[in-house]
């Protein structure tokens, strides 16, 4: 009896190591689904962008030659009619350009170029303005020399070359995010293929184990005839085994199935799974084995997290209504009593001195805090209680900023070059939680709402993060 349920229990070990190993496999293939999907997402938004920045420059082009025209069929013909284009064109830049300021708004080289085309538009009209005034006044000379300086073609000229320039660099912006959507791409489909190579081969494996388990255990039965009750014993063992083994063939490849439809469902479905082996088989596995199923546990709840980041990250300011007047007082404080349990559990002490009220999105500004004093509730010293401060460091004129500071643990300069992208992590999961998500999601706030968000820090006197946020 003892040497068939050894047998048993090897064969499970080895069945559990193997299907362990598949759904690493389908994990892998399951995040780099996510990631190209953020990134497929981003670059939707900017083509939109740049199609809408594209038809806008068009027509800001198209007005100033527009009122170009009429002025100069008026100075020609003295008809008030050809004037109408001239006056349309004075209603309707002003709204065109604030148009394709909020299409760049996100990149700083493209505002300081759209600052020049709106001055070269602004010295345009004053030009074709000028010489209406002359010809009016009956100034012919005045005209004629204004006329003949070629100032009105030299201003057309730079206000077409830097439109070139506002194009070209928004063109080339979508191109390379094009490339990088093309390489996530190109990487996504070869972890699908070794995911779906991985299960396969798991598959093939439960199937050769089996077999021979099934008729080694019928010919254990046929050969111990006296062992009614021993025999029987085992032969439930193997019924449920194999019932297990077939409803988790019957799940692997269910969560195969949807894995691209529905990110959060299979990862459910596995730690349920775990759930009711832990519960109902604890007591046919080995001390190995239980912890082969803690492991998954712990494994499909760090990727639930995860991809709930990651979704998260994604999702930044789609869906929630740009408030004109929010509190931050009101939003740190919503911010601190999400974190209550950490901040009672570590014995942190946090002063909030008077913060402004000013323009954005409150449910992405409160995860913004949220996500800040938690670090700074996480990154202290082992035995010293943190001290966390929030207050407004700097005012300027149109921008406020504000300053969450911890006396933790600090960083070196290396690190806070590269605290803010996806997936970097400065310590180990055993030593801090985390994903490596939460300040890239910070930074993406921030710049939501056109923002800065930079750190000062150095190892062992801790970190202050700085928020630079307009106010109008």
């Known amino acids: 009896m003892s040497?068939?349920?050894?047998?048993?229990?090897?064969?499970?070990?080895?069945?559990?190591?193997?299907?362990?190993?598949?759904?690493?496999?389908?994990?892998?293939?399951?995040?780099?689904?996510?990631?190209?999907?953020?990134?497929?997402?981003?670059?939707?938004?900017?083509?939109?962008?740049?199609?809408?920045?594209?038809?806008?420059?068009?027509?800001?082009?198209?007005?100033?030659?527009?009122?170009?025209?009429?002025?100069?069929?008026?100075?020609?013909?003295?008809?008030?009619?050809?004037?109408?284009?001239?006056?349309?064109?004075?209603?309707?830049?002003?709204?065109?350009?604030?148009r394709i300021g909020s299409e760049v708004r996100e990149d700083s080289i493209q505002q300081l170029r759209l600052q020049r085309v709106s001055g070269l538009t602004a010295d345009k009209f004053a030009e074709l303005s000028r010489t209406l005034q002359l010809d009016a006044a009956g100034q012919r000379d005045s005209l004629t020399q204004l006329l003949e300086s070629d100032l009105g073609r030299s201003l057309m000229d730079q206000i077409r070359h830097t439109i070139d320039q506002l194009r070209q660099e928004e063109l080339s912006d979508v191109k390379m995010r094009q490339q990088q959507v093309d390489r996530l791409s190109a990487i996504t489909t070869v972890l699908r293929f070794v995911g779906v190579l991985g299960l396969a081969f798991v598959f093939?494996?439960?199937?050769?184990?089996?077999?021979?388990?099934y008729a080694r255990n019928l010919q254990i039965i046929t050969d111990r005839d006296r062992e009614i009750e021993e025999r029987k014993r085992i032969e439930e063992v193997n019924t449920e085994?194999?019932?297990?083994?077939?409803?988790?063939?019957?799940?692997?490849?269910?969560?195969?199935?949807?894995?691209?439809?529905?990110?959060?469902?299979?990862?459910?479905?596995?730690?349920?799974?775990?759930?009711?082996?832990t519960e109902d088989h604890a007591d046919q596995l080995d001390a190995e084995g239980l912890e082969y199923l803690s492991v998954i546990h712990r494994s499909t709840d760090r990727m639930r997290l995860l991809i709930d980041s990651l979704l998260q990250y994604g999702r930044v300011g789609r869906g929630e209504q740009r408030n004109p007047r929010v509190d931050l007082h009101q939003v740190v404080r919503e911010a601190l009593e999400n974190l209550h349990f950490a901040i009672e559990q570590s014995a942190a002490t946090v002063t909030v001195g008077e913060l402004p009220t000013l323009p954005g999105y409150p449910i992405a500004l409160r995860q913004l805090f949220q996500n800040l004093?938690?670090?700074?509730?996480?990154?202290?010293?082992?035995?010293?209680?943190?001290?966390?401060?929030?207050?407004?460091?700097?005012?300027?004129?149109?921008?406020?900023?504000?300053?969450?500071?911890?006396?933790?643990?600090?960083?070196?300069?290396?690190?806070?070059?590269?605290?803010?992208?996806?997936?970097?992590?400065?310590?180990?999961?055993?030593?801090?939680?985390?994903?490596?998500?939460?300040?890239?999601?910070?930074?993406?706030?921030?710049?939501?709402?056109?923002?800065?968000?930079?750190?000062?820090?150095?190892?062992?006197?801790?970190?202050?993060?700085?928020?630079?946020?307009?106010?109008?």
């Open 3 to 98: 040497v068939a349920t050894d047998a048993i229990t090897q064969q499970g070990t080895r069945l559990f190591r193997t299907l362990y190993i598949g759904l690493i496999l389908l994990m892998i293939a399951v995040l780099a689904s996510v990631v190209t999907e953020v990134a497929t997402i981003d670059v939707r938004r900017k083509l939109d962008n740049a199609l809408q920045l594209e038809r806008d420059l068009g027509l800001l082009l198209s007005t100033l030659l527009d009122a170009e025209t009429g002025q100069r069929g008026y100075l020609l013909t003295e008809k008030d009619a050809y004037l109408e284009p001239y006056r349309l064109a004075l209603d309707s830049v002003a709204p065109i350009l604030r």
């Open 373 to 472: 004093l938690a670090n700074a509730l996480k990154f202290h010293a082992p035995g010293t209680p943190p001290v966390v401060d929030v207050f407004v460091a700097d005012t300027d004129d149109g921008r406020v900023t504000l300053a969450v500071r911890d006396h933790g643990i600090g960083m070196t300069a290396a690190d806070q070059d590269k605290i803010f992208d996806l997936f970097t992590r400065l310590h180990n999961a055993h030593t801090y939680e985390g994903q490596g998500i939460g300040l890239a999601y910070c930074q993406k706030i921030v710049q939501l709402h056109q923002g800065q968000l930079t750190v000062l820090s150095q190892p062992g006197q801790g970190s202050t993060f700085r928020v630079t946020l307009p106010t109008v």
């Open 241 to 277: 085994l194999i019932a297990s083994l077939n409803g988790k063939n019957a799940e692997l490849d269910q969560f195969a199935y949807i894995a691209s439809h529905d990110l959060r469902e299979p990862l459910r479905t596995v730690s349920n799974y775990v759930e009711v082996l």
């Open 204 to 213: 093939y494996y439960i199937y050769t184990q089996l077999r021979p388990l």
